[in-house]
């Protein structure tokens, strides 16, 4: 029996990964430029530099190498959108104001375990042929069900806190939570279709990801933080 299953990377062509690379490289110098440095603005450019380095690596994986073999751009790929979910719920709290740490740090906590396993375990991460719109990686069987539930659990906390911080927060506050909220789903929506309709694409999900990620950048810099400092 083979012990590894081979999720396809469904995402966009080589240029487009690159297209997306540069807008969220962009959003995160805007948000560099435009906004005071403070918690909040690390983070969201913390998340804006993970989405950008998750293209760059499914890039190099497709297109030819700089710097790594394949094999460790796919590593730093999966270890790039492993920490968008503690980014998240930690973005949340800052945004909320919200001063307990539990959860971030056990977000954190979580994402260093498998950040840990991809770069030193020897099958944590095999990369493999680019083939047209999607790359071929492979990785133990009982790893998928593991890091779908660390990867969705995370978001739909993520979406719950903020909704529950929403309610008594002050206008720009509970503006800016519900749209990071709209950002989250549109993350996440078209995930969840794509694997009811396919349920074979489930061991894929982080990697199915990468192409709506942009619509959680342009949010997060089009409408989260704007009117987080809409004061």
């Not at 110098?29 to 440095?37: A, N, Q």
């Not at 503690?86 to 906590?109: A, F, M, N, T, W």
């Not at 978001?155 to 008594?168: D, F, G, R």
Request: charged share 15%.
């Amino acid at each position: 029996m083979n012990k590894f299953k081979k999720p396809k990377l469904y995402c966009f062509s080589p240029p487009v990964m690159l297209a997306t690379l540069a807008i969220e490289l962009v959003l995160a110098l805007y948000t560099f430029w435009r906004y005071k440095l403070n918690t909040v603005t690390r983070i969201a450019m913390a998340l804006l530099v993970c989405l950008a380095l998750f293209q760059w690596a499914e890039y190099n994986v497709c297109e030819g190498t700089i710097f790594l073999d394949s094999l460790g751009w796919a590593k730093l790929g999966y270890v790039a959108i492993t920490m968008l979910p503690p980014l998240g719920i930690h973005l949340i709290y800052q945004l909320s104001g919200d001063k307990r740490r539990r959860i971030p740090v056990l977000g954190y906590i979580l994402a260093a375990l498998f950040v840990g396993y991809f770069l030193l375990e020897a099958d944590g991460v095999k990369a493999g042929a680019c083939l047209g719109n999607y790359v071929i990686f492979e990785n133990r069987d009982e790893f998928y069900p593991i890091y779908a539930g660390y990867y969705y659990g995370l978001l739909i906390i993520a979406i719950v806190y903020a909704y529950i911080q929403s309610k008594a927060a002050a206008k720009n506050i509970r503006r800016s939570l519900c749209s990071l909220m709209i950002g989250y789903i549109l993350f996440m929506v078209p995930t969840t279709f794509v694997n009811i309709v396919d349920p074979s694409t489930i061991s894929g999900i982080p990697s199915i990801m990468c192409g709506f990620a942009v619509l959680l950048a342009a949010t997060l810099a089009g409408k989260v933080l704007p009117e987080y400092f809409d004061k």
